[in-house]
């Protein structure tokens, strides 16, 4: 296996210099999700307009892998409708459990494409999607929410 | 490293018991093995050491040749399996210096170990020793493994008792400072680790032991790490219950063992019931066998057993000082080596005393996670994460560690693979 396969220089960057990074207010729901075996931990906050996501914070910590993969999700959904993030979503989901067979479509997952390799290395899968199932998870939470107050 | 002279009619380092690695590592066909391109380095024994040919020897003779199940036959190939079986009971009683094999459980691993007693205690024992409610306490320490607390944690749900536990020094030692008032009259058993399995700290015994005994507490160790890698006696240590398991001592997955002194086994009630604990069954009630059937409900893991009994026969004719000075020598070499690394933190002893083969660390500034990826593309297999012992990362206000374990067949140029390769790590995340 090549290490630099699993480690693009578009993951080292996020990672580095990780973009959206810190909780911001005002928020529609706000959820914390952790990966039980290696002890990462994400907190998750999106704020709503209308159908529109008009912001993803976020905090954590943990391996390269799942920190980068939250800045590339924030750079990918904030100002998107709903229903597109979640097209987003289901397609970095599909990548990654693609084992490494998919080949991902460059216009959808833009920066997140480089995470293509990470789906070759089974013990990592779960830390690139650590924060997009917060993201999933948030994104029900908010439109029940709102569901509610209507 | 520093050379002492020791001398003359003081022991000499020459006196120490050793053996020849490279000799032993030709018995361990696994390490012949090559991965992402690299000559393995496993030093990730503490989480499960490789097996000998020996043992998977041992294993295949029995499935080949003498399989059958135990204790209830009268033909030949269950006569065969239950003498293995029952011999490799004897071997491990004998390897632990116990009084009699009548002591010695075998369970599934160390944490099935630990949780029967756990189960031997509750709100309506018969014997007051395992009676257990509002008010009495339960002691344990902030290094022990999850399978050292949750079953702790349960019991005193059941029951209402209060769990308390020792801290944690800065350098990783048990904190015994406020051993008297933590294990008190109230106190009704004391659980901890012998040896950590992320520290690699060894915990020294005796005064807790003392004390124990004042209060008519019940002791017991997680033996886990240190019976594979440190001569045991049972006896000496004056100890109530160990627990420890096979497959970190050369031997197979699915067999562990329970050390108790046979009179406090059978006052405690059974923990799983069904076929080979009973002495009568009927639909009315059922009476139990006396330890250890009474705690081996169910066909037993033979095989495992054999291969249990093989492992510690190889470990015998090694010879368990050896085993530990071979260690020693190693963990002086790779405290060390690990101290040239820039930025690496250990957690737990840094000087080779009163520790074992085990060294947790960090590279300041990048994840385990990275750490242990780019170390097993050169080929170097650590452990990283939080090991089971999640207390321990926060008591030390770590998320996780990367941690490097040595056994018997480790030896210096693979500690020198884990300094090169974390150069590497270094570079990437540079």
Known sequence: ?150 | MTTLTIPAGMPQYDDKPRFDVERVRADFPILDREVNGHRLAYLDSGNTSQKPRQVIEAVADYYARHNANVARSVHTLGTESTELYEGARAKVAAFIGANSPDEIVFTKNATEALNLVAHGFGSHADDPRFRLGPGDEIVISEMEHHSNIVPWQLLCQRTGATLRWFGITESGRLDESNLEELVNERTKIVSIVHMSNVLGTVNATARITQRVREVGALLMLDCSQSVPHLPMDVVDYDVDFIAFTGHKMLAPTGIGVLWGRQELLNAMPPFLGGGSMIETVKLTGSTYLPAPARFEAGTPPIAQAVGLGAAVDYLTEIGMDAVAWHDKELTAYALDALATVPDLRIYGPEVPVGRGATISFTLKGIHPHDVGQVLDSLGVQVRVGHHCARPICDRFSVPALTRASFYLYTTTDEVDALVRGLEQVRKVFA
């Open chain 1, 1 to 150: 296996m090549q290490l630099d396969q699993l480690y693009q220089e578009i993951i080292l960057d996020h990672y580095k210099h990780p973009k959206g990074r810190g909780l911001r207010e005002p928020y529609a729901a706000d959820v914390h999700h952790v990966n039980p075996t290696c002890g990462d931990e994400i907190t998750l906050r999106v704020a709503l307009d209308g159908e529109t996501i008009s912001d993803v914070s976020y905090d954590g910590q943990g391996c390269s892998i799942s920190q980068a993969s939250a800045s590339v999700l924030h750079e990918l959904v904030t100002g998107r409708k709903i229903a597109d993030a979640l097209a987003v979503h289901a397609a970095f989901v599909e990548l990654m459990g693609g084992k490494g067979q998919i080949v991902p479509d460059e216009e959808v997952l833009e920066d997140a494409v480089a995470f293509a390799g990470v789906a070759k290395y089974p013990a990592r899968v779960k830390c690139a999607l650590l924060s997009w199932m917060a993201l999933k998870d948030a994104v029900a939470q908010a439109v029940a929410l709102e569901k509610e107050e209507v």
